[in-house]
């Protein structure tokens, strides 16, 4: 039923964005008339109009505009001088990013994004969605045949629905070669992504963006959305706040 519900919305925003009656993302037009154009897609090289891309690849090959807006750094052991270079930023984007690391993990990478993040800042998390695996599981992953073809990438085409789940749980955790970037360390619904940013103590208004949402839009505050969890929280304005 959440993969039917998902699909139906998703399918209503595409139809909606083409007869042109879906605008931009009200969060994405906010920050421009606010004039908050300092924006950073953590773990990402897709380059999207107005963001800096962090990622773990080198630079070599990037065109000169590209690698002007690009850093190159392990999101797992960004530190004080990755936060000098960096700087502040109004928005700091992870979309399918926080899932890679463990719970502890997490959180000191939670403490990162504040610490470059300007007050009232947004963060702005989209990571795969449990409730939609587990209802997934439930009934056979029938209604997530794109999913079950990239699980086959791995797991036999005959393989049961644990499987499927497992594959969504771990990703590549367990194969003979382990694809940087690929593990899945932490599965998350819209409590515990919560809980996570709860107890960083630095964010206020935490809030699913669900896709009829006027502040998302696809591609810029969901990435895969008919499985997406995707979740928005402001940085305390005052230290403590």
């Known amino acids: 039923m959440l993969m039917k ?24 037009q906010r920050l421009l008339k606010e004039g908050r154009t300092r924006w950073l897609d953590m773990g990402s090289r897709r380059f999207e109009d107005g963001f800096m891309c962090l990622d773990l690849g080198s630079a070599d090959g990037l065109s000169p505009d590209r690698a002007e807006r690009y850093y190159q ?32 993990e997490g959180i000191d990478l939670l403490k990162f ?10 963060l702005l998390i989209t990571v795969p969605d ?49 694809e940087p970037g690929q593990v899945h360390r932490w599965s998350y619904d819209y409590e515990g992504l919560k809980y996570q940013l709860e107890r960083v103590n630095q964010f206020k208004d935490i809030k699913r963006l669900d896709l009829l949402d006027p502040w998302a839009a696809v591609p810029f505050t969901h990435n895969m959305p008919i499985e997406d969890l995707c979740v928005i929280a402001q940085k305390n304005s005052m230290e403590g706040g």
């Open 73 to 104: 750094a392990n999101i797992s052991q960004l530190g004080e001088v990755d936060r000098a270079k960096l700087g502040q930023f109004d928005l700091v984007r992870m979309q399918h990013v926080f899932e890679h690391f463990s719970f502890e």
């Open 130 to 178: 449990l409730r939609i695996h587990i209802n997934g599981y439930f009934t056979n992953y029938r209604h997530m045949d794109y999913f079950v073809k990239y699980a086959q990438r791995r797991i036999p085409k005959d393989a049961p629905p644990s499987f499927i789940f497992s594959f969504h749980a771990h990703q590549f955790g367990y194969a003979p070669v382990e």
């Open 5 to 28: 519900e998902s699909w139906l919305k998703y399918t209503l925003v595409r139809g909606l964005k083409k007869l042109k009656l879906r605008r931009d993302s009200a969060l994405k």
């Open 113 to 122: 994004c504040s610490s470059i993040l300007k007050p009232d800042g947004y």
